[in-house]
């Protein structure tokens, strides 16, 4: 990313282990780092980073905090499970002159959703990043991030994914799948990948798929989406879950999917005896190793 390195970087931080481990990446990288942590949704674990709050909607106290820290770049990082309650930041004037735009911005679909509420940064003369620009490191790369690659017929059923994926995304459908001896098990929706886990794990125990059949977790971006916000992650906890559930791995799109705490991901994988792949969606068959 070619900018002055001692230009500040804003983050405003939803849930999980992402945002931390960006801030860590740009500060290892020589670039000062602002953190806005929204209440509620953000890990306390930011206050490492001297993270400043805001309750999630509070649109006019966040721009003041960025323009007093001189930031033009912005990083929106972490999941967000609620959406902005304004009742509760009815004294934020700043808030309260843009309520137009941002309830403008609110309505629709998830991937509109994130579009809109991009171009409101933008035009309070911010620039929005990608995790990619800011933490290279953190993307998925071709190829196993363990010692374990999926078998012929774990290939099929990635292809299989990767299929049903590209077919669903203009659709503002989830970025995951579970396929299992070429059956189509479950797609993600609005709950999230963790909960997609569980649900294939309920069908598999209430005998609805055979023993032998291990499905395989497919993650993929949605073609229409903004790759600077929302990109599908994974790390420990996913493997952790689909190793409970019976899977016999994961495999998500290499460049578009980003893995948090790689190392502990990796022996994870290794200890369950699973696969971690990244993909090419545009291969014929994935580009998956054999």
Same mark, same amino acid.
């Given at each position: ?11 405003l931080?939803?849930g ?33 980073? +001297? ?100 078998e ?18 203009p659709?503002?459908? +989830? ?5 299992? +001896?070429?059956?189509?098990?479950a797609?993600e ?18 005998g609805?798929?055979?023993r ?79």
């Amino acid at each position: 990313m070619d900018r002055p390195v001692d230009q500040p970087l804003a983050i405003l931080a939803g849930g999980g282990a992402l945002p931390l481990e960006v801030a860590e990446a740009a500060r290892s990288a020589g670039r000062r780092v602002v953190v806005v942590g929204i209440r509620g949704e953000a890990d306390a674990a930011i206050e490492a980073f +001297g993270a400043q709050w805001v309750e999630w909607g509070q649109v006019g106290r966040l721009l003041d905090l960025l323009a007093a820290e001189h930031c033009r770049d912005l990083l929106l990082v972490g999941g967000v499970v609620r959406r902005p309650d304004f009742r509760s930041v009815a004294s934020d004037f700043g808030t309260v002159r843009r309520l137009p735009k941002i309830l403008a911005a609110l309505s629709g679909g998830d991937d509109g959703l994130l579009r809109r509420v991009i171009g409101l940064l933008e035009s309070e003369g911010l620039r929005v990043l990608s995790v990619p620009e800011v933490a290279p490191a953190l993307v998925l790369a071709n190829g196993p991030v363990g010692r374990r690659s999926p078998e012929a017929a774990h290939r099929a059923d990635i292809a299989r994914g990767l299929s049903l994926l590209v077919a669903l995304g203009p659709f503002d459908v +989830g970025q995951a799948a579970i396929v299992a +001896g070429g059956r189509i098990v479950a797609i993600e929706g609005a709950e999230g990948t963790d909960a997609l886990i569980d649900r294939y794990r309920a069908v598999r125990t209430a005998g609805r798929i055979t023993r032998d059949a291990q499905g395989v977790l497919v993650k993929a971006s949605k073609p229409q989406q903004d790759r600077r916000v929302d990109l599908p992650v994974i790390g420990p906890e996913t493997v952790r879950r689909a190793a409970d559930a019976g899977l016999a791995g994961i495999a998500a799109e290499a460049g578009q999917v980003l893995v948090v705490r790689r190392q502990e991901t990796r022996a994870a994988a290794d200890a369950a005896g699973l696969f971690v792949v990244g993909v090419d969606v545009g291969a014929v068959d994935g580009g998956l190793p054999r």
